[in-house]
Structure formats: C-alpha cells, structure tokens
C-alpha cells in the first residue's frame, strides 16, 4: 500500500483545484434558484 502524504504544493493545488471548482458550481446554484425541481429534471431530460 502506497503512503499518503499532503506536501505545500499538493495544497496550494488543491486550494487552486478548490477555487476553479466553486465558481462554475455557484453559478450553477445561482441558475436553478428558485425554479421547481420539475423544470430542473426537464431541463437535464431534454440536455
């Protein structure tokens, strides 16, 4: 088994994984706010 360990680049890689990562999903979340989980499957369905 291989030995895990977080170095100070593995975490400014993920700090930077982390910030590209939580844009694209607020403006996901800023989209469907406020619309019925119905419109939100139809949306997907006809993706």
Excluded: H
């Excluded at 700090?15 to 706010?33: G, H, M, Q, S, T």
């Amino acid at each position: 088994m291989m030995k895990f360990s977080w170095t100070i680049a593995e975490d400014t890689d993920t700090a930077e994984w982390y910030n590209i990562c939580l844009d694209p999903l607020n403006n996901v979340e800023k989209f469907y706010r406020g619309k019925e989980t119905a419109d939100i499957i139809q949306s997907k369905v006809l993706q």
